[in-house]
């Protein structure tokens, strides 16, 4: 490629709307337009590293026995009617008509589609287990899209299905799927961790999510330096972990606003269908905390019981009155993510997920929180005392101190066991004879969110620096002047020998300032940089910059060819 000819338009100026590093970068190295919010066109350069990310994942899917294949992007309701998600996905979910007012949406995300797919066909445990992927475009209408690519309302995910016939199969595959999440990412040449995405309750291993490590992060992990331990904080276990389970105190119908908030919580929590609700809080009267985060339709008499308690009722869209609420809590520092899949609604302060998290801890039937007082579940001695677990507290596994880190979620693996086969009755005939429901595990990962990923952790104040495994090319080669003859002719030689012998060089055969095409060079971010000047003419020295460390090595022309490769 003749960069006169490439079509990567650069910008002098970092565009206003831009937050994030990786997304002023690449609206100014030339790499993504924006159609809309959330959706952009991928250039060319874009469009290269992200067919390398997918190479890399479709190599490592392949090599643990996934199967490609490729499924609608438009899916009927039916079967989102049959998983009980057509409701409880919200307001995320992209919905159309056809012209005979049938109900569809844009993909969110394959459960539905995959497991429709695989229970018309798979009937025996000789078909299993099955491990099937997509890379494709996802649709999400996520209530805020910013940063660029990292929170897309149009991107592109890899996700595969396992189905097993038990759950030693599932485990069997989901580690196969963690091994191979741990391949792509460092194959990308990013520093990242996989951390526990569960609490305790679905067992601790039920989830990972893949964080790539960048200050940028709208994720907070902890982990131990000693042992394994990694969490998202979100997730993390309480410290200290005062929370114990008690029997449920009754709910009487004297009770007002404000008093034995946590069995009535408790109790909303049980008559809620399960996992719609993520987030629950609850103001006291001691003026201290919150409310209840509800995502999804909910009967009249629900809404009438969390009114009763004292509660308030969210619609998730309605960003300003959550701003308002979290406004009155002291110390709202994170953003408001929600997980469609899971309808994860996560709502940060530390104080709030705290109390949150203990009173989910206590839903369970019968069960509820033991440290509360009559009339005041949490008081502000016992607020102070439940905090996530911080910076430098006792490791949970092994006590040594934890660190802290922030991290952007590149992938996400996750033991879905028989959720949906059962909805939608995805069964096999197992060798007993008897028919069961397939086990069932999904993986994601979010490519064009790992491009952005591999850009928040390497850059500089001069632009992208580029992995090289997934760099748009390796390669810049620059004649210092493209008027002179003898250099011209030299940079086309090496352009032409470095293609052939498998290294992705570009020409910059622009009739421009050198500076103007180094300051290109450095902002697209070509792992070298290749100059062709009056050293290489005269006394055969072709110069060669890394652009990571910003290291100028001269090698002859006999040399260099090797030393690139
Ligand atoms: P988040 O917590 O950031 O909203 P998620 O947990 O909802 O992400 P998953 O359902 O786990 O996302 O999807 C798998 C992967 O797809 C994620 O790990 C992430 O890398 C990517 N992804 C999810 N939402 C987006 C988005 N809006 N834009 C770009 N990539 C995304
Ligand atoms: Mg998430
Ligand atoms: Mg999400
Ligand atoms: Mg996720």
Not at 135 to 148: H, T
Not at 166 to 191: H, P, Q, V, W
Not at 491 to 507: P, R
């Given at each position: 490629m003749r960069v006169s000819q490439l079509f990567a338009p650069t910008l002098r100026e970092t565009p206003a709307e831009a937050e994030v590093i990786s997304h002023q970068l690449m609206l100014r190295?030339?790499?993504?337009?924006?159609?809309?919010?959330?959706?952009?066109?991928?250039?060319?350069?874009?469009?290269?590293?992200?067919?390398?990310?997918?190479?890399?994942?479709?190599e490592e899917m392949d090599a643990k026995g996934g199967q490609e294949l490729a499924m609608p992007v438009i899916q009927p309701a039916e079967m989102w009617q049959e998983t009980g998600r057509w409701s409880v996905y919200g307001d995320e979910m992209f919905r159309l008509k056809d012209r005979h007012n049938r109900n569809f949406c844009l993909g969110p995300t394959h459960e539905e589609m995959i497991t429709t797919l695989v229970r018309g066909d798979v009937r025996s445990y000789r078909q299993l287990p099955l491990m099937?992927?997509?890379?494709?475009?996802?649709?999400?209408?996520?209530?805020?899209?910013?940063?660029?690519?990292?929170?897309?309302?149009?991107?592109?995910?890899?996700?595969?299905?396992?189905?097993?016939?038990?759950?030693?199969?599932?485990?069997?595959?989901?580690?196969?799927?963690?091994?191979?999440?741990?391949?792509?990412?460092?194959?990308?040449?990013?520093?990242?961790?996989?951390?526990?995405?569960?609490?305790?309750?679905?067992?601790?291993?039920?989830?990972?999510?893949?964080?790539?490590?960048?200050?940028?992060?709208e994720a907070a992990i902890v982990y131990c330096g000693d042992c394994d331990y990694a969490a998202n904080v979100e997730k993390a276990e309480l410290h200290p972990i005062t929370g114990q389970v008690e029997e449920r105190l009754p709910l009487s119908e004297t009770d007002t606003p404000g008093t034995k908030s946590i069995a009535a919580l408790c109790q909303f929590l049980d008559i809620c269908p399960e996992k719609t609700i993520k987030t629950l809080a609850y103001r006291t009267d001691t003026g201290a905390i919150v409310l209840a985060l509800v995502r999804g339709d909910h009967e009249v008499n629900e809404i009438k019981l969390l009114n009763k308690v004292g509660c308030l009722r969210l619609d998730m869209a309605n960003e300003e009155a959550l701003a308002g609420i979290m406004g009155s809590c002291a110390g709202y520092i994170g953003p408001v993510g929600f997980d469609g899949r899971d309808d994860?609604?996560?709502?940060?302060?530390?104080?709030?997920?705290?109390?949150?998290?203990?009173?989910?801890?206590?839903?369970?039937?019968?069960?509820?929180?033991?440290?509360?007082?009559?009339?005041?579940?949490?008081?502000?001695?016992?607020?102070?005392?439940?905090?996530?677990?911080?910076?430098?507290?006792?490791?949970?596994?092994?006590?040594?101190?934890?660190?802290?880190?922030?991290?952007?979620?590149?992938?996400?693996?996750?033991?879905?066991?028989?959720?949906?086969?059962?909805?939608?009755?995805?069964?096999?005939?197992?060798?007993?004879?008897?028919?069961?429901?397939?086990?069932?595990?999904?993986?994601?990962?979010?490519?064009?969110?790992?491009?952005?990923?591999?850009?928040?952790?390497?850059y500089d104040q001069n632009g992208i620096i580029w992995p090289a495994p997934i760099a748009p090319y390796h390669a810049v080669i620059v004649p210092v002047s493209?008027?002179?003859?003898?250099?011209?002719?030299?940079?086309?030689?090496?352009?032409?020998?470095?293609?052939?012998?498998?290294?992705?060089?570009?020409?910059?055969?622009?009739?421009?300032?050198?500076?103007?095409?180094?300051?290109?060079?450095?902002?697209?971010?070509?792992?070298?940089?290749?100059?062709?000047?009056?050293?290489?003419?005269?006394?055969?020295?072709?110069?060669?910059?890394?652009?990571?460390?910003?290291?100028?090595?001269?090698?002859?022309?006999?040399d260099y060819l090797s030393k690139v490769k």
């Open positions: 190295a030339g790499f993504i337009r924006k159609a809309a919010g959330g959706i952009y066109s991928y250039l060319p350069l874009a469009w290269r590293v992200l067919k390398k990310i997918e190479t890399i994942v479709r099937l992927y997509q890379i494709q475009n996802k649709y999400r209408d996520e209530i805020r899209p910013r940063f660029g690519l990292m929170r897309g309302r149009e991107f592109i995910m890899k996700d595969l299905y396992s189905f097993d016939r038990d759950e030693a199969g599932l485990d069997e595959s989901y580690n196969k799927m963690y091994d191979a999440y741990t391949k792509i990412f460092t194959r990308c040449g990013l520093t990242f961790r996989a951390v526990e995405a569960d609490s305790g309750a679905i067992g601790g291993s039920g989830s990972h999510e893949f964080m790539v490590i960048a200050e940028s992060g994860i609604i996560i709502v940060a302060d530390a104080t709030v997920m705290n109390m949150v998290n203990a009173v989910c801890g206590a839903n369970k039937l019968d069960k509820h929180y033991i440290n509360v007082n009559p009339g005041y579940d949490f008081t502000p001695d016992i607020i102070a005392d439940i905090r996530l677990i911080q910076e430098n507290d006792p490791c949970p596994r092994c006590g040594a101190p934890v660190k802290t880190a922030r991290g952007i979620e590149v992938g996400q693996i996750f033991k879905l066991f028989t959720k949906y086969s059962t909805s939608l009755q995805a069964t096999y005939i197992d060798d007993d004879g008897k028919e069961k429901p397939m086990v069932m595990g999904c993986y994601g990962v979010g490519v064009s969110r790992t491009m952005a990923a591999a850009i928040e952790q390497n493209s008027k002179d003859e003898a250099q011209m002719a030299l940079a086309e030689k090496v352009y032409g020998d470095l293609n052939a012998n498998g290294v992705e060089a570009v020409l910059d055969d622009r009739n421009e300032r050198p500076g103007v095409k180094f300051k290109d060079a450095d902002l697209i971010g070509y792992p070298l940089r290749i100059t062709i000047g009056p050293k290489a003419i005269n006394d055969n020295l072709i110069e060669i910059k890394v652009r990571r460390t910003g290291e100028t090595l001269y090698f002859s022309s006999a």
